[in-house]
């Protein structure tokens, strides 16, 4: 059984550049959040997809964007990259609403230049 | 808003020692709490789990009992393994009903456990 995997694992953009991450659920999951952890911090909620919707969403600006396939399968969007948008990118899948256990894939390492 | 507050790492141990990285927690209503592992160059792990007061997760040696009266959720360990080095975090969901939870996190401790 898959667990959740994310595409690329390392990833170097320029200031002012787009970047696109990619998420494919855990097997029988649903939904999909994406957090965002920078060096030697927790992660940080970004936002979280069900139903092809963006259902809720953490203090981050409109350049962190999103998306979810009819295959459950996401995308992580952020425009006009900062300095400051460097560090991991990781995706979490659950199944359903209310509270289930969330799977984490090992993310994707991004490094803004 | 919901917060957690982790003790400060590193933690450097031997093996075989006692292990305690103190959690506390503030939030609005009634959370369920976890601790989560990181192993270097890979994601994060669900540990344990205990969703609602005096419950006790326990998972691979350790545990942690969802202290309601001091909003806490300490995690213990009564001897730990030089494999138990890793960065360990402490969460809490609390999410609005008709979603799935999103997660909040404490800053992580790294722990060290030397041969």
């Known amino acids: 059984d898959a667990g959740v995997t994310q595409s690329p694992t390392h990833l170097i953009k320029t200031r002012g550049q787009q970047v696109t991450l990619r998420c494919s659920p855990k097997?029988?999951?649903?939904?999909v959040s994406w957090y965002q952890q920078a060096l030697g911090q927790g992660p940080q909620f970004i936002f979280q997809y069900y139903e092809e919707e963006e259902r809720q969403r953490g203090n981050f600006p409109d350049r962190f964007s999103g998306h979810q396939f009819p295959n459950y399968s996401s995308e992580l969007n952020v425009n006009a990259l900062l300095l400051g948008d460097s560090a991991l990118y990781l995706c979490?899948?659950?199944?359903?609403?209310?509270?289930?256990?969330?799977?984490f894939g090992q993310g994707t390492r991004l490094t803004v230049v | 808003g919901n917060s957690v507050t982790q003790m400060e790492g590193p933690v450097t141990l031997s093996e075989e020692a006692f292990l305690t990285i103190n959690c506390t927690y503030t939030?609005?209503?009634?959370?369920?709490l976890f601790w989560y592992v990181q192993y270097p160059g890979e994601g994060l792990q669900l540990l344990l789990k205990?969703?609602?007061?005096?419950d006790k997760g326990s998972n691979k040696g350790f545990e942690a009992t969802y202290r309601k009266e001091t909003t806490s959720f300490h995690l213990e360990k009564g001897s730990v393994q030089v494999s138990d080095s890793a960065v360990y975090f402490c969460?809490?969901?609390?999410?609005?009903?008709?979603?799935?939870?999103?997660?909040?996190f404490g800053s992580g401790t790294q722990l060290t456990v030397l041969p």
């Open positions: 969460a809490l969901s609390e999410g609005v009903s008709g979603s799935a939870r999103q997660l909040t």
């Open positions: 097997s029988g999951h649903d939904t």
């Open positions: 979490a899948s659950t199944q359903g609403v209310g509270y289930t256990e969330a799977f």
């Open positions: 205990a969703t609602k007061a005096d």
């Open positions: 939030a609005t209503g009634y959370p369920s």
